[in-house]
């Protein structure tokens, strides 16, 4: 439960952490039993998020889809946001030429900096058409 309420939310996903050498992430793999998840029938992504106070505030989103992260960076602060991610607003960060197919992705991803401490809430995942 977050410590800072939501009207009309009971739970929320909170992860923190410190001293990682190369990266954290919190990864979401939204495909269940299937390799890869189609949300061809969207064209974004919305969630709330908010940070608690000391925590980086950097974070970079990513679709995850074959070997490439499809990226967009963003800014948590101390106060709940809604957050909405075009797919076409991704940046392919392994593959300069890739393009994201959104019938085939694997994952999503909160991605935080090397060395960095970090603790933030995320509520209220979904995808928009």
Do not use: Q
């Not at 075009?86 to 994201?100: G, R, S």
């Not at 959104?102 to 209220?124: E, G, H, K, Q």
């Amino acid at each position: 439960m977050p410590p800072a309420e939501r009207p009309d939310s009971v739970y929320a996903l909170h992860t923190s952490g410190v001293g990682f050498t190369r990266f954290a992430a919190v990864v979401c793999k939204i495909s269940g039993e299937n390799t890869t998840f189609d949300a061809s029938d969207y064209a974004a992504i919305t969630f709330v998020a908010r940070s608690e106070p000391g925590s980086a505030a950097n974070i970079h989103f990513s679709f995850y889809e074959g070997n490439v992260n499809f990226v967009a960076p963003m800014t948590f602060g101390p106060d709940w946001e809604r957050h909405t991610i075009p797919f076409a607003d991704t940046l392919p960060l392994e593959d300069p030429n890739a393009t994201l197919d959104p019938s085939a992705i694997t994952a999503i991803l909160f991605n935080v900096p090397a060395r960095v401490s970090f603790d933030f809430w995320i509520d209220d995942l979904a995808f928009v058409r």
